[in-house]
């Protein structure tokens, strides 16, 4: 008991040392950050049960944005219950299994439509090879938001972070590849800024 007694204190500076020595290469490493952005998930916005799902092979080539047309949603509230319509609508009027859109973008997040690897059905055609993102609003009359670009810039990277998208994916606005005015002439311009646009 008497030799415990004798070793603790020096046991207590020994951990105090390590301890120390711990914190000191913690501070010293570089923090790894993730570029995936915060997504509101299915749950959070009310999402009815997918009727079907057919899945994507991964890494997926093609990115194409649209845009909803509709108003542009101004809090987290009324982007919920823009992106839970859209889907009612896709499923009710449209007769489709789920929210056409992989992901929906507002000024301000990211809503998960129906994900990664999932096919959706925002362009005929295309559905199985490409992955669809829809801004909410109508941006023929209104420009997207800085966030809101910075914000698909990041959610894409994810997706290749994520083995979701291939390195090499291309970008496309909905008009290039069907007759449309999607995704509006303001975000359009916008899209042809980011890396990976193809111009054909």
Request: aromatic share 10%; net charge positive; charged share 20%.
């Amino acid at each position: 008991m008497m030799l415990f007694g004798g070793i603790l204190p020096y046991l207590l500076v020994l951990w105090q040392l390590l301890a120390t020595v711990n914190v000191a290469r913690a501070q010293d490493e570089p923090a790894q950050e993730s570029a995936c952005p915060a997504i509101v998930k299915r749950a959070a916005w009310g999402a009815a049960k997918s009727k079907n799902v057919t899945y994507q092979l991964k890494p997926v080539a093609n990115v194409i944005v649209h845009h909803t047309t509709g108003e542009r949603c101004a809090t987290v509230a009324t982007c919920k219950e823009m992106v839970a319509n859209i889907q009612n609508y896709h499923q009710t009027d449209n007769r489709w299994s789920d929210i056409g859109y992989n992901f929906l973008i507002s000024g301000q997040n990211v809503y998960e439509g129906i994900g990664w690897h999932r096919m959706g059905a925002h362009l005929r055609g295309y559905n199985d090879k490409s992955i669809g993102v829809a801004f909410l609003g109508n941006f023929d009359q209104e420009r997207p938001t800085a966030r809101s670009i910075n914000l698909l810039a990041r959610l894409l990277q994810c997706g290749v972070e994520l083995g979701e998208l291939a390195d090499d994916y291309r970008l496309y606005g909905a008009r290039q590849l069907q007759s449309t005015n999607s995704p509006g002439r303001y975000l359009y311009a916008k899209l042809q800024e980011l890396d990976h646009w193809q111009a054909q």
